[in-house]
């Protein structure tokens, strides 16, 4: 089946530090990748994606590579800000699914400290 | 901005009541989901709709039902309201490009 892994937060980092947040899935084919950030009281939002290996999503000095080899989509940031304070989920949709459903991770939250 | 709105944004109801939620969007998307978001379970799929009077049951359905009479609103039912219902409810829209997903702010319930 289609499943999503995070990593268990919460993480709480220094400004300015490095951030990893460790994603792995469980799929059938070729799914599409997903990272959506979640701001306290809000919906979540689109914060980036890959549609095929080796792809490299970024945004907002965030990034992920789409690993097959690995089934993988780790996110990056070279140096938080307390903005980037959120929780983060990872998701996956399924090749070629009618309705489109997609599978979410549990989320994790980070806290980034002045 | 997917143009997305959900109402109400919260709402506190007794246990064996009904309730409907409501999504609303602007820009004539075909696909539309609800989701509830629950600590340390993530967002679940309640149902979805591909299309006006076409829906389908998600990973979570039961006590709920959905009606879409128009492309641009999809309305979320709880027949007869439960404690366990008590949630955050996110109606989402699939975007054009990759499939993507767009949420609306969300409606916190609650149900006492």
């Known amino acids: 089946g289609n499943s999503v892994t995070q990593m268990e937060g919460p993480v709480t980092l220094s400004e300015e530090a490095f951030l990893t947040i460790n994603c792995t899935y469980t799929?059938?084919?070729?799914?599409?990748l997903f990272w959506y950030v979640q701001y306290p009281g809000e919906g979540l939002q689109l914060l980036l994606k890959a549609t095929k290996a080796d792809d490299k999503g970024s945004n907002k000095g965030f990034e992920a590579t789409y690993r097959k080899e690995t089934t993988s989509f780790h996110l990056e940031k070279g140096s938080v800000q307390v903005s980037d304070s959120a929780v983060y989920f990872c998701a996956l949709s399924p090749p070629s699914i009618s309705g489109n459903q997609f599978y979410f991770g549990t989320g994790t939250s980070l806290t980034v400290i002045p | 901005d997917a143009g997305i709105t959900q109402s109400p944004r919260h709402k506190v109801t007794e246990t064996g009541t009904p309730v409907t939620l409501r999504c609303h969007q602007t820009?004539?998307?075909?696909?539309m989901y609800w989701y509830r978001q629950d600590p340390g379970h993530g967002l679940r799929l309640i149902h979805y709709s591909y299309g006006v009077k076409d829906t389908d049951k998600g990973e979570v359905s039961d006590g709920y039902s959905v009606s879409r009479s128009k492309t641009e609103d999809f309305l979320l039912t709880l027949e007869s309201a439960t404690s366990s219902q008590t949630s955050v409810y996110f109606c989402?829209?699939?975007?054009?490009?990759?499939?993507?997903?767009?949420f609306g702010p969300g409606t916190r319930l609650t149900v006492t």
């Open positions: 799929a059938t084919g070729y799914p599409s």
């Open positions: 820009e004539n998307h075909r696909y």
């Open positions: 989402a829209i699939r975007g054009r490009a990759d499939y993507e997903q767009y």
